[in-house]
């Protein structure tokens, strides 16, 4: 069993800091489970939106070996790039499909596409889907800038109108996408992309949130110490009743 070696709280948010990624991982999928097992006993789904990033790996690897009845999960992702081709390595689907779409037998499994004709319709046939399956779960991390999904600073709004929008990346975000090893250059990372917007993803009944690493502790500190304001999107993190913030030694440096 991981063990966390401390417990805090900012505002609402609780944050437990573990030894590595690998206990944070095991730990924070323990509890996700635990949380499905809660919510299938009192209703016939579960519907979760997911994150797709390197910081998720640990997180994920660990959820698929629990006792799940996946058959009665609906699985979403909160953000794609524009741009890619379908079969890119690098689209956050292909990411999702390989480390845990594939691999467990979800009710249902909901892809943003990308690739669109329209986007705009895409953001609202996306929209449709997370209205008819009001969100429970959503698993997710924090961006080197402060994102969460692809609400960089620039475009983040806490009282954004829509659910799903089509916007811009800032240059710290698509520099993470090369730091993160997901891309060979940084002229090779997409400028655009659809994303879930905040208040949609702040709509979750419960978040866990994974942010391992050196290159987020600035960030981690951040979403702890500064305003609730859109210039650092991740504090409104501690506005949510039920949301968790999962650390490792590296990610916690700075607090």
């Known amino acids: 069993m991981s063990t966390v070696l401390k417990g805090l709280q ?41 994150a797709a990033a390197p910081s998720q790996s640990r997180f994920l690897a660990s959820l698929i070996t629990h006792d799940i009845a996946w058959s009665k999960i609906n ?12 079969d890119a390595p690098e689209s956050f689907g292909a990411f999702l ?3 845990l779409f594939g691999k467990v037998p979800f009710h249902t499994v909901n892809y943003l596409n990308g690739n ?12 449709q889907l997370l209205e008819a399956n009001p969100t429970d779960i959503v698993c997710m991390g924090i961006g080197e800038n402060g994102h969460l999904a692809f609400n960089d600073p620039p475009v ?17 975000c698509r520099q993470q996408q090369v730091n993160d090893d997901c891309f060979a250059d940084f002229a090779d990372v997409p400028e655009n992309a659809l994303t879930l ?8 009944k419960y978040i866990y949130c994974f942010v391992p690493g050196e290159r ?10 500064q305003q609730i ?6 504090t409104i993190l501690r506005e949510h009743p039920n949301a968790i913030l999962f650390l490792d030694k590296l990610s916690s440096a700075m607090i």
């Open 10 to 50: 900012a505002d609402s948010l609780n944050i437990k800091i573990f030894e590595s990624n690998d206990e944070m991982g095991k730990a924070g999928a323990a509890l996700v489970a635990e949380q499905i097992r809660l919510l299938l006993k009192t209703q016939p789904f579960v519907n979760i939106i997911f």
């Open 216 to 225: 987020k502790a600035e960030a981690v500190s951040n979403t702890l110490k």
């Open 97 to 99: 499909k390989n480390s």
């Open 116 to 127: 669109a004709d329209d986007k705009e319709q895409e953001c609202l046939r996306y929209t």
């Open 197 to 204: 917007t905040i208040p949609a993803l702040m709509s979750a």
């Open 229 to 234: 304001i859109e210039k650092y999107p991740s």
């Open 156 to 172: 983040a709004d806490f009282n954004d109108p829509m659910k799903v929008k089509v916007v811009a990346l800032d240059d710290a």
């Open 75 to 86: 699985a979403f992702h909160m953000d794609e790039y524009i741009g890619l081709p379908a």
